[in-house]
């Protein structure tokens, strides 16, 4: 237990030390913000994200293996989610290089440790992509629907993280993903500052439910199933 809190402490400071790098990556895209706040922002989200995912990892001899990709995973989900929320997009120039960045990290996990989860943990992180990505895309193409083809190779991405770790992860991670972004919206309309056409960024959302789930899936999963 203690080495998983100075783990997460560890990572946490990683993310704060790439904080200021990963603000100046998204601001130079035309319509993100800048400045001292939002480098403070976008520094306590990768602070934050950082330690959430060793927290998660470390202490399970399965999964501490995995830190290195789920980082970069990590990462590109801070910068896609300050983005997403300024401009509502989500570039493939981040999205994409992040898939095969992912998977060779989780190459050499799957056969590490005692408790490797060996290839069967590859064959799920490609069958997760697949299945999110099509979950999204059926989605995305339904009349009527806000979600963009960013939104898909997203999902891909989640799915092929969170489907290494377990099917319950990945489930978790797009149903709370879904419960995050229609929280989101509900605030918003009540608020009154969206409407029923207001497109609104569901990017932070996905990937505020991967987050979650890294964390705590598989234990709210058992919880659902055993009550």
Not at 50 to 71: I, K, M, S, T
Not at 107 to 115: H, I, K, R, V, Y
Not at 164 to 176: N, R
Not at 197 to 209: C, E, N, S
Request: hydrophobic share 60%; proline share 6%.
């Amino acid at each position: 237990m203690l080495a998983t809190g100075l783990a997460a402490l560890g990572c946490a400071g990683a993310g704060a030390a790439a904080g200021p790098a990963l603000a100046a990556t998204a601001g130079r895209l035309p319509g993100v913000t800048t400045g001292p706040r939002r480098t403070v922002l976008v520094t306590c989200l990768a602070a934050g994200a950082f330690g959430v995912v060793a927290l998660g990892l470390v202490g399970d001899p399965a999964r501490r293996y995995a830190l290195p990709a789920f980082l970069v995973l990590a990462a590109a989900g801070v910068l896609l989610t300050v983005i997403d929320a300024d401009i509502r997009r989500l570039p493939d120039t981040i999205t994409l290089p992040a898939y095969p960045a992912v998977a060779v990290l989780l190459a050499p996990a799957s056969l590490l440790g005692t408790a490797a989860v060996g290839w069967p943990g590859l064959l799920r992180a490609v069958l997760g992509a697949v299945a999110a990505a099509a979950v999204y895309l059926v989605l995305c193409l339904a009349p009527g629907s806000q979600l963009g083809f960013g939104d898909v190779k997203l999902a891909g991405l989640l799915g092929l993280a969170l489907g290494w770790l377990s099917w319950a992860t990945l489930a978790v991670g797009v149903v709370l993903g879904f419960a995050y972004g229609a929280g989101y919206a509900l605030v918003l309309l009540l608020s009154r500052r969206a409407g029923l056409r207001t497109r609104i960024p569901f990017g932070p959302a996905m990937l505020a439910g991967a987050l979650t789930a890294v964390l705590v899936g598989d234990r709210l999963a058992a919880g659902y199933l055993a009550f």
